[in-house]
């Protein structure tokens, strides 16, 4: 095992678990897990494929160069992965599912070799959907110039209800988008993904423009001569 806090925190799931199929949000202790807090994380979710940061150790601020909590679980991906992430988290949720990603940093002038390993364990939220994750993003080697970004190298998906371990990308039906997104009105979860747009306003004229006349503004001037 490269990355031990990644088994120390599953280790802590399941026997937070017990004998339940995930367990809740509620029961996490943070001081159970206290040599880990810097890379853990807890993901709430938005849409199929997308979850954002609800609490980040400040390791995940660290490898960003800035505060992640409210962005999305993808900000920490090259483009080219950011999809094949998406369906990893999404069978965490649907499944439900454990989910674990071998990753690799993006290179470039102050960023060296970074290797890091993923873990993503779904919980069950206050209101009694599977919409939370408690996750954990380990490192290995030193961090360079920020943001540092990753590429997915592996992913392994483990259905919490006993079935072997299979690819990511074989678990989910082509159309599980589309198919959830059009089950999003019943979805408590999936109602508002307004996220931080600002509201449209309605437009209002200026009070201070002139009053209208029936004088024109312009006149056509002729010279006969």
Known sequence: MRFPLLQNVEEYWDRLRGDRLVPDRADLDPRRIQHALASAFILERLAPGIARFRLAGTHL????????????LTSFFLPESRKRVGTAL??????????????????????????????LLPLRSDGGEISRVLGC?????????????????????????????????????????????ADAPDHPV????????????????????????????????????
């Open 137 to 181: 993003l380990a490192t290995l080697g030193p961090i360079g110039r920020t943001p540092r970004r990753f590429d997915v190298r592996s992913t392994s998906v483990t259905p919490i209800l006993g079935l072997e371990e299979l690819d990511s990308d074989d678990r989910l039906d082509a159309d599980w988008t589309a198919r959830t997104v």
């Open 61 to 72: 601020n660290e490898l960003m160069g800035m505060e992640v909590r409210g962005m999305p």
């Open 90 to 119: 999404e069978q965490s949720f649907r499944q439900p599912a454990k989910v674990r990603l071998a990753l690799a940093g993006d290179r470039g002038i102050g960023k060296p070799p970074l290797d890091a390993g993923l873990l």
């Open 190 to 225: 999936l109602q508002d993904v307004s996220g931080f747009a600002e509201p449209v306003r309605d437009f209002r004229p200026s009070p201070h423009r002139p009053e209208r006349t029936e004088t024109p503004h312009l006149r056509v001037v002729t010279d006969d001569d």
